[in-house]
Every structure is written in structure tokens, then in C-alpha cells.
């Protein structure tokens, strides 16, 4: 028996919000072993039950990350791998790796959909255990946390003003001259 599009738990108007949903739901079910097969086995089902043929690469284009990492235009970096990554966002690595440029990092609103999935991507952990990592470091002196910026474009400023800057936005922001994306790779 075909099933329609109707008989599939979750439907969204566009692609960008099923990503946005997916990563939450997998997010929340990190806890435990069967919580991710359980999502793993929905998003599954969800892109092979729940669609069409021809809606079938929609659903399968959930699982990328709904953002960006971009650098200042100058930037020699075409990729990073995602440990690198997480330490320029925890100030662990201070300088580029081809670069005499220092890393300095932005970030975006706590509560922010593009936050959430970064965060959880590239660190492997929740927004608020980062938090805490930083509240731990604030309180010793050690360090400040990167500078949290409210929005995709406020993001493509700051990184386009800094020749060490490095940021993330939305996948389908508008990037300005003075930008680039790199690519985020696993090593």
C-alpha cells in the first residue's frame, strides 16, 4: 500500500525547515543509543515512506547542516576540519594554520535555529552545555567566549572587518563581497 505525503508525521512547507526539525529531534534523542536509532530509523522512513519518488532528494537534503562556516575574504583556508573547528569556537586554537592571522570567532545568539545546529554539529554537544563550558572558564579567568552576534548578516560583517575572523550563518544567507565559505570536513 502507497502511503501519501498526509500519513508521514511531519510535514514542511521547504527544505530549510525539515533540516531545522531533524537536527532538534536528533539533538534531543543524543542521550541514549536507542533515541538516535530511533531518529535515524524515522528520518528514514520519513524520506523513503513518507514521500514521492521525485520528493525523495528533498528529504534525504535534511541531514545537511543548515549552515556555513565562512572566513574574511583574505583567508588562504578553503576547509577545516570540524576538532579544528570546535577549538577556534572554545579559543583553544589561537592562530590559523596557514595564516599569521589571529582566529577570532563569532557566534550567534543563543536561542538562534543556526546556533543550535552548529553547535551541535560541530562540537557534539547542546548550546547549553557550551554554555556552561564557558560560564567554567569565565568564572577561573581564563577566557571570554566568542562574540555573540544577533543575526546572519551582523555575522558577515564582523567576519568581512576581521582578516582572522570566522563565523557561521544560514545555509541560504546572502554573503557579501568580503567573505568566503570553507569547507567543514570530518578530518
Known amino acids: 500500500m502507497k502511503r501519501s505525503i498526509r500519513a508521514c508525521p511531519w510535514v514542511f512547507a521547504d527544505t530549510r525547515q525539515a533540516r531545522i526539525s531533524a537536527t532538534r529531534y536528533l539533538a534531543g534523542c543524543r542521550s541514549s543509543r536507542f533515541g538516535i536509532q530511533f531518529a535515524l ?37 578553503t576547509s577545516v576540519d570540524k576538532d579544528r573547528l570546535s577549538k577556534m569556537f572554545l579559543k583553544k586554537i589561537k592562530r590559523w594554520q596557514d595564516s599569521e592571522a589571529g582566529v577570532e570567532a563569532f557566534d550567534q545568539l543563543e536561542l538562534s535555529e543556526v546556533r543550535e545546529a552548529f553547535t551541535h554539529s560541530v562540537h557534539g554537544k547542546s548550546v547549553s552545555a557550551i554554555k556552561s563550558y564557558w560560564q567554567r572558564m569565565i568564572f577561573s579567568g581564563r577566557d571570554v567566549p566568542p562574540e555573540e552576534l544577533e543575526s546572519d548578516l551582523d555575522v558577515i560583517e564582523a567576519v568581512a572587518e576581521d582578516e582572522g575572523g570566522v563565523g557561521y550563518v544560514s545555509s541560504d544567507a546572502a554573503l557579501s563581497e568580503g567573505v568566503k565559505t570553507i569547507l567543514v570536513t570530518e578530518k
Open 41 to 77: 530509523a524515522t528520518l528514514m522512513v520519513f524520506g523513503t515512506v513518507g514521500f514521492s519518488h521525485g520528493q525523495a532528494e528533498t528529504a534525504f537534503a535534511m541531514v545537511e547542516p543548515a549552515f556555513v562556516v565562512i572566513v574574511h575574504a583574505d583567508n588562504p583556508a
